[in-house]
């Protein structure tokens, strides 16, 4: 009886010892299992990294941003006002002495605010636009940028000899007049002025002359 007993008890135990070992095979496998979640993770980091390079995308954009709002800047920047932007008239004219005197009022009549800066261009105009005479040369070196809103006035002083003045009329050659052929500071296309005047149209005589335009 104890002979099978102890056999049966041998059995037994062999079975309870094949059953562990199959228990550890299988964790063993769980474990390896595991061991790929590491490996999972480490993918993971590189996609993470992800993170500040779609802030250094942002980064860009608001780089972007800026020079958008930079070009802005410069598109919405004040212009110099264009011969169409301005209208000009002669105002405050004084006489005394052989010498004449008088305002050239330039007037933005455009809806935008627009400068200027410099001397404009003067001369004189008889029948059929050809000019008379020799243009204005400039006087006075208080050059400035002068801005106008719309309706906003800029004046640059007119000068020149009333008539004759003090030239001998031979050199002056008293000549009639038109008008003044007017360009804006730093413009092609030109204003006309109608005046009907007598003027010195001789070759050697250079007696008109404008200052730079001032605030008016």
């Given at each position: 009886?104890?002979?099978r007993n102890a056999r049966r008890s041998v059995a037994a135990a062999a079975m309870v010892a094949a059953g562990l070992a199959l228990t550890a095979c299988s964790t063993g496998t769980t474990a390896?299992?595991?061991?790929?979640?590491p490996g999972s993770s480490g993918s993971s980091a590189p996609g993470s990294s992800s993170a500040p390079a779609s802030s250094g995308t942002s980064g860009s954009s608001a780089a972007s941003s800026g020079v958008h709002a930079q070009t802005e800047g410069r598109s919405g920047a004040i212009g110099p006002c264009a011969t169409s932007r301005l209208r000009v008239a002669q105002r405050d004219a004084?006489?005394?002495?052989?010498?004449?005197?008088?305002?050239?009022?330039?007037?933005?009549?455009?809806?935008?605010t627009c400068t200027l800066t410099g001397f404009p261009g003067v001369s004189y105009v008889k029948g059929g636009g050809v000019?008379?005479?020799?243009?204005a040369q400039r006087t006075g070196g208080d050059v400035r940028t002068v801005t106008l809103p719309p309706h906003g006035t800029a004046v640059a002083t007119l000068h020149d000899a009333n008539g004759v003045g003090g030239y001998d009329p031979k050199e002056c050659q008293l000549s009639a007049a038109e008008g003044l052929r007017i360009y804006p500071p730093n413009q092609k296309a030109a204003l006309f002025l109608p005046w009907k005047t007598q003027h010195c149209a001789g070759p050697g005589v250079h007696s008109l002359s404008i200052t730079s335009v001032q605030q008016g």
């Amino acid at each position: 009886m104890r002979t099978r007993n102890a056999r049966r008890s041998v059995a037994a135990a062999a079975m309870v010892a094949a059953g562990l070992a199959l228990t550890a095979c299988s964790t063993g496998t769980t474990a390896s299992s595991g061991a790929s979640v590491p490996g999972s993770s480490g993918s993971s980091a590189p996609g993470s990294s992800s993170a500040p390079a779609s802030s250094g995308t942002s980064g860009s954009s608001a780089a972007s941003s800026g020079v958008h709002a930079q070009t802005e800047g410069r598109s919405g920047a004040i212009g110099p006002c264009a011969t169409s932007r301005l209208r000009v008239a002669q105002r405050d004219a004084s006489v005394g002495a052989g010498q004449y005197y008088s305002k050239l009022v330039f007037t933005n009549v455009s809806g935008t605010t627009c400068t200027l800066t410099g001397f404009p261009g003067v001369s004189y105009v008889k029948g059929g636009g050809v000019q008379s005479g020799n243009p204005a040369q400039r006087t006075g070196g208080d050059v400035r940028t002068v801005t106008l809103p719309p309706h906003g006035t800029a004046v640059a002083t007119l000068h020149d000899a009333n008539g004759v003045g003090g030239y001998d009329p031979k050199e002056c050659q008293l000549s009639a007049a038109e008008g003044l052929r007017i360009y804006p500071p730093n413009q092609k296309a030109a204003l006309f002025l109608p005046w009907k005047t007598q003027h010195c149209a001789g070759p050697g005589v250079h007696s008109l002359s404008i200052t730079s335009v001032q605030q008016g």
